[in-house]
């Protein structure tokens, strides 16, 4: 099971009905972990969400058409999980790590420190945008 960041205060009310809290899936360490791993979001997968030194959950993400994120005004990804299912996470982050383009692997950082985060930047390599593998499905 692979590991990706998360930053769990993305956390969206109050757990449905069934017992299932919501998190939005955005922000630049997230698509660092899955930039790195070379995980473009599908329905139904399933990942563990971390935030280092604290937290992990493994969730199931599924794309949610009726709400536009800061990504994509299609919708946005969410992940789906039981607070039971929350433990204690040891894992540590290294965050001076090559950032890597979804595609040609070209590291990020110098570009993202040259221009600022944003969503809608391209890799000035190959054009792939830095928010690839949270394009909608």
Sequence with gaps: ????????????????DEG???MEITGFGTIKSLNTLQIKLKEGMRLIFYDPEDIEVEAE????????????????????????DIKSCNKVEDWNAPHPCFHCREDFNPHLKKLGSNYH??????????????SEP
Excluded: H, Q
Excluded at 2 to 10: Q, R, V
Excluded at 64 to 79: K, M, Q, Y
């Design 61 to 84: 993400v599924y794309f949610d058409r009726t709400t536009p994120s800061i990504i994509s005004s299609e919708g946005r990804w969410l992940a789906k999980f039981k607070d039971k």
């Design 20 to 22: 299932y809290t919501y």
């Design 1 to 16: 099971m692979n590991y990706i960041y998360a930053d769990f205060n993305g956390c969206i009310g109050l757990p449905d």
């Design 121 to 134: 930047t391209n890799c000035p390599n190959c054009g792939t945008s830095v928010a690839y593998a949270l």
